[in-house]
């Protein structure tokens, strides 16, 4: 199903509709069919203007049995369309699903208009007489029968997605013989038959001009790394464990060794954040890429990188916790662990990304921000903004920053070498291995200021501790101010960070149709905020923080910028939809 | 190499050993700044990293670069330094709390994986640093302020562990015989992959006399089991005895005069079967009796470093030297006039 979706979203994407995807899947990796919780699902909205989410309430559903049915008939607007695989609606899949008596037979389904294609059938009869296919992989052809329809439905071109399956399954040939003709025969049946009314037109959006492409979040992350790596001249060493979601970097990452980038898969967590901090210590660009269990693992070894003052990124794909949690649903409820999640006082510079496609440059940012400052930087993503796609206007090259590592190597006055004395920004040298003269070592006991030897002085460590946190709190000079968008002058500011970006724009937009005035906000740079954020806080009456946690970021500001900010929480592992953000923006105005 | 007192200063970084007085860690730290100048490599491409405990201290007192890491993750620390840049030299130095029991997952995947790392086992059979407590090589009974009653643990062999791990190369030596101390990292130098040396090391606050069976004047040479490759297992002072391999793979140790030359084990450290140093590993599980030192195991395969560098030539001759705008062009893309 999440391919099927995939293919859907490139053939929109070519066509010119803007559009931001969802998918949803089991983590079970082969979970009983038909089962509730072994539903796959995925949500796409496009349209022909900007879309900000992947949509609250779809307006078509398509479900393969009972039990897909049962789990996202309530995410469908009134008056829907369901498209049914009619032949999986058989008394041990209703009953599997829970369903008493067929939804298809009594009035449950009244609110929608439902339409009932025997997919299996069809797709079987229009794979018969391909050699060397069996039955059970003609079955599988289905999924493919349902977007040659849907395909139908909404115009997308046909011929990208079938050189795609001639591509993919080009090793063999049966199943991409019937992969083309399940295909074909789902955009026919819509063609062909009346059974549907309407075929929905989707005009192209209107974008700035350029060239572009759909990118996922992981995709869009890992090369952001690659791009950072080019522009700073740093070979990228990725070390990183199994863990969903963040193995899609790692895995995409794999693929470009030809940029020099070295990728390790290491026997844990604690090992992927070492690796990659002794390769920093190498003058390589160290990252290491986790989600939230990984993060836990990590801490000692990110206080280090504090200790060390060298670069070192470490990308945590935030997922619903506490433990295990929910593995493959979203949550952005890691963001007071980026904060303070380390023993002892060891601040660092905290980033998040806000769009699938902005992961790009929020990985650049992180990594001129870790080079530039020698300190670990910790690049908040999550399951949404890794799993989604949507288009993206590639950039040009040139217009990527340069970031300078700006290594020491010269030697001349090596009498007075001191690798922790500090730049105007409280950066301290990097001096990589092989550089003669500079031979100096560096650990985890305290510092002394300048020389780096160990010190036990009191007021030395607490000289250190001020250091530390004054490079960081700096970096409040060097980041954008927060932008705040009010067409209307409002008295509510809606402030938000990471992946919430998308429906609180689109809930701003609805409420301001309605002449509503609401102000938008949102933060990249978590530590330190921008240095214009209490400002902006103050000028407002009400400030109305959503996040996908219990309040983490409301915390934060009212902490340190003593304003009666509210939250508004959701943990539900999905996004915020732009209807109850609209409702809790009205209740407020 | 002879090697002038004054280039052997050179690589002592001038701080101050802060050891207890007595400590085997300064008969270690002089051999190896005596040493490392005959290796012919300039100061600047060594790195030494460590973890925590007494061993830790060591970076801090050799003129190179170091890092002073956090406990038991020296070994990935620095495989991610060696694997990242292969033209350095890096040493590991670690302890037997630090290797075996908080950094033992790191320990076993860098020793399969052959990373180009030096590792320095400081083996002394107790946790000094935190003063006192059992560690994973201490005796079973084992009395210290954690067991008043005595350890239940069963202790590693570190040794056997190694090679469980497929260890391309593996050796024991002494913190006080600074020539054989020497002859070993001389070896452990010079083989490529990783390569695993227990150091013996007396720690004569909290485990004092470990090992003074095979230290001590009167018993060394009874006790030292000093192996050579592709000769004739024996010792004692006149070579008297000697270790046979019984018919079921595991050593024995018999008088020379009662079994002949010709039945003793030759040494053969570059097997590719690893079951003779095992048995080797296994011969004394304590070193209160007569104990193996030198090279159990030396053998060729292929390095982690090197093998990730050929990787990338491989891919840049399949997919063409990476370039950013043609990646970022890449797949299905459409223009907007
Ligand atoms: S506690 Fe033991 S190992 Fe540590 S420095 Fe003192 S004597 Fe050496």
């Known amino acids: 199903m999440q391919l099927t979706g995939d293919r859907f979203t490139s053939a929109t994407g070519l066509f010119g509709n803007d559009l931001v995807t969802l998918p949803d899947f089991p983590a079970e990796i082969r979970a009983p069919r038909g089962t509730l919780h072994g539903v796959s699902a995925f949500q796409i909205q496009f349209a022909s203007r900007d879309i900000l989410t992947p949509g609250d309430e779809p307006s078509v559903l398509v479900a393969m049995n009972p039990a897909a049915l049962k789990t996202n008939i309530g995410l469908l607007e009134a008056g829907g369309a369901v498209i049914v695989n009619d032949d999986e609606f058989n008394a041990r899949n209703l009953e599997r699903a829970g369903y008493a008596t067929s939804p298809l037979d009594d009035d449950s389904l009244a609110g929608y208009r439902v339409f009932r294609v025997p997919m299996q059938t069809l797709t079987l009869r229009a794979t018969e007489g391909i050699a060397g296919l069996s039955k059970r992989e003609a079955e599988r052809a289905k999924n493919f029968f349902a977007l040659g329809l849907v395909s139908w439905m909404y115009g997308r071109p046909v011929e990208v997605t079938e050189q795609w399956i001639a591509e993919k399954f080009a090793g063999k040939a049966e199943i991409r013989d019937a992969n083309l003709a399940a295909f074909r025969a789902g955009w026919n049946f819509g063609e062909t038959t009346e059974v549907f009314a309407v075929r929905y037109e989707v005009k192209p959006a209107p974008a700035a001009p350029g060239v572009y492409r759909n990118i996922s979040g992981a995709a869009a992350l890992a090369w952001g790394l690659i791009a950072a790596s080019v522009r700073s001249g740093l070979p990228l060493f990725y070390a990183s464990y199994p863990i969903t979601p963040a193995s899609e970097i790692l895995h995409e990452l794999s693929r470009h060794k030809n940029f020099d980038v070295r990728t390790f898969q290491a026997e844990d967590e604690i090992a992927a954040a070492n690796l990659a901090l002794g390769a920093a210590f190498g003058g390589h660009l160290g990252a290491t890429g986790t989600s939230g269990p990984g993060m836990d693992l990590k801490a000692e070894t990110i206080g280090l990188a504090v200790m060390l003052e060298l670069p070192l990124v470490i990308v945590d794909v935030q997922r619903a916790g506490p433990s295990t949690g929910l593995p493959t649903k979203n949550e952005a409820s890691d963001l007071m662990m980026a904060l303070y999640g380390r023993h002892g006082e060891a601040p660092l510079p905290v980033v998040a990304a806000y769009a699938p496609a902005q992961c790009f440059d929020a990985a650049i940012e992180a990594v001129r921000i870790a080079v530039t400052y020698r300190t670990p930087v910790i690049l908040l993503s999550d399951t949404f903004l890794g799993n989604s796609s949507e288009p993206w206007l590639i950039p040009a090259v040139d217009d990527l920053p340069v970031i300078d590592p700006a290594f020491t190597t010269d030697a001349s006055s090596s009498d007075g070498f001191l690798p922790y004395s500090r730049d105007e920004r409280l950066a301290r040298p990097w ?8 031979e100096h070592r560096i650990g985890g006991l305290e510092k002394q200021d300048g ?17 530390r946190a004054g490079k960081v709190a700096g970096i409040a000079r060097d980041i954008p101010p927060l932008e705040v968008d009010d ?13 919430t970006y998308g429906a609180i724009r689109a809930a701003a937009r609805r409420v301001r149709s309605r002449a509503g005035a609401v102000a938008t ?12 954020t209490g400002d902006v806080l103050a000028s407002y009456e009400r400030v109305l923080v959503p996040e996908l946690n219990s309040g983490q970021l409301v915390r934060v500001l009212r902490a340190e910028y003593l304003v009666a900010a509210e939250g508004y929480s959701k943990m539900q592992g999905v996004p915020f939809g732009f209807a109850e953000l609209e409702r809790e923006i009205e209740r407020r105005l | 190499m002879a090697v002038a007192a004054k280039d052997r200063k050179a690589w002592a970084s001038g701080e101050e050993p802060r050891w207890c007085p007595g400590c085997g860690d300064y008969a270690i730290l002089a051999a190896i700044e005596s040493f490392l100048p005959e290796l012919g490599v300039p100061r600047e491409k060594f790195v030494f990293v460590s973890g925590i405990g007494c061993s830790g201290r060591f970076v801090y007192y050799v003129n190179t670069y170091g890092v002073h890491a956090i406990h038991g993750r020296a070994l990935a620390l620095a495989s991610g330094l060696a694997v990242a840049r292969p033209d350095l030299s890096v040493w590991v130095v670690t302890g037997d709390g630090d290797s075996l029991s908080i950094g033992g997952n790191h320990l076993i995947h860098a020793l399969r994986r052959n990373v180009p790392v030096k590792v320095l086992l400081f083996n002394n059979q107790i946790y000094g640093l935190t003063k006192g407590q059992y560690s994973p090589t201490s005796e079973e009974g084992k009395i210290t302020k954690s067991t008043p009653f005595g350890a239940l643990d069963h202790p590693f062999n570190p040794l056997a562990l190694a090679l469980g791990a497929e260890a391309s190369f593996v050796a024991r030596t002494l913190d006080v015989d600074r020539a054989h101390l020497t002859g070993v990292l001389r070896a452990a130098a010079a083989h490529r992959g990783t390569a695993f040396v227990e150091i013996y090391q007396n ?3 909290f485990n004092d006399g470990a090992f003074d069976t095979l230290t001590d004047k009167q018993t060394r040479a009874l006790n030292q089991i000093r192996l050579e490759h592709d000769r004739p297992i024996r010792f004692g002072p006149e070579g008297e005895r000697g270790v046979v391999q019984r018919g079921d793979g595991s050593m024995e140790i018999v008088n020379v005069a009662d079994v002949g030359e010709d039945a003793l084990v030759v040494h053969d450290a570059h097997h590719h079967d690893p079951s003779l140093a095992f048995a080797l590993a296994h011969l004394s599980e304590r070193p209160t009796g007569p104990t193996p030192i030198g090279v159990f195991r030396s053998v060729e395969r292929q390095v982690y ?5 050929d990787q990338l030539a491989v891919a840049r001759a399949r997919l063409g030297v990476g370039d950013l705008a043609s990646l970022l062009g890449s797949g299905h893309t459409w223009a907007v006039a």
């Open chain 1, 487 to 499: 067409p209307d002058g409002a008295d509510l500011l809606v402030l938000g960070w990471g992946s």
């Open chain 2, 203 to 205: 720690c004569n606050v």
């Open chain 1, 521 to 532: 906000a949102h933060f990249t740079h978590l530590s330190p905020l921008p240095e214009n």
């Open chain 2, 305 to 309: 470093g090197q093998a990730l560098d």
């Open chain 1, 451 to 467: 020389t780096g030897a160990v010190s036990y002085d009191p007021g030395n460590h607490e000289r250190m501790t001020a250091l």
């Open chain 1, 431 to 438: 001096v990589v291995p092989g550089t003669p003269g500079l």
